[in-house]
């Protein structure tokens, strides 16, 4: 399934190579089908976002493209390899960094780095080279030597990025790569990979359920429901294709179940949305109009009103525009757990 390229969303992309191509790819288990048909492309250089809620088929769609599960059907072509045919030539140009932490926590942080190196059969003068300016890229220098289990969770997701470059990969693959960080370090990693692209000439694909890393770090998104890819662009591109460029946030003192009508009703709304008792997201094309309508409105029926703020279009919304739900982690549950026979991150 081709999603809809949100106002010419690849037409910068299209200019340049691409790195990765994938062509109407199929992923069944049985009677289940977790991936259905989905068809883009990421350009080299680029940070290509897999948006999504846990289950969308998101890690399965990294899967097939990193070889670790077959194709059902349709191809993946990474760095002009077939995923199906040349296997082995797309292993050495990729680098791979999973949801969970599988570093050997009783080896050193250059330990962990040495045998990952090894494994890809890098020589050693130009291992030693690459641990160096890796641990430099990741600031872990100083901890080179420390036992990868006194790490903190930050250090030790650095640690994982690390390991993943240490061969030099062209394309570098992240699954949920800040999940379960704290703020603070959840940023630390995002500037992290920011320079890493810059310096380093890497395309990176990243999978995530975080509407700020989508934003922040991504040239472009792909929002992933269901097995299907329902929207493609820049996240400007994607914020200025949902009905609506600004969003006022209310909330009454009390629950009405006439108020999704009444504000409808207001000048310049496109949607409402109910977050919670008394509670609603108004998407809008004047904001300051619908607050002092919303305000004048809200005073003639003696309501009164607990909090009212006026903010941009965000992911969020162009989520519930083209899923008709919002992204959150307790709203979504897995439907598929994968087979162990097949492996997994």
Known sequence: MTAPE????TSSAATRLAAIRVETIVKRYGDFEAVKGIDFEVSDGEIFGLLGPNGAGKSTLIRMMTTLIPITSGR???AGH??????????????????????????????????????????????????????EAVDLIKWRAAETKTLSGGMRRRLEIARGLVHNPRIFFLDEPTTGLDPVSRIAVWEMLNNLKKNRNLTMLLTTHYMEEADRLCDRIAIV???????????????????GSEVVEVQFNREDEQWPGRLRLLAGVTDVQSQSA?????????????????????????EQLTSLSVQNTSLDDVFVHYTGRQLRDEQVKAVFRMPAKEGAF
């Open 82 to 135: 077939d995923v199906a045919k040349e296997p082995n030539a797309v292993r050495n140009v990729i680098g791979v960094i999973p949801q969970a932490l599988t570093s050997d926590l009783d080896l050193t942080v250059e330990e962990n780095l040495s045998i990952y190196a090894k494994l890809y059969s890098v020589p050693k003068a130009e291992r030693e080279k690459n641990i160096n300016e890796i641990l």
């Open 6 to 9: 949100v106002q010419n969303g």
């Open 278 to 302: 008394g509670v609603y997201r108004i998407l809008t094309g004047n904001g300051s109009q619908t607050t002092t309508e919303l305000v004048e409105m809200a005073s003639k029926l003696s």
């Open 76 to 78: 993946a072509i990474i």
């Open 225 to 243: 429901d269901h097995g299907m890819l329902v929207a493609l662009g820049t996240p400007v591109e994607l914020k200025r294709s949902v009905p």
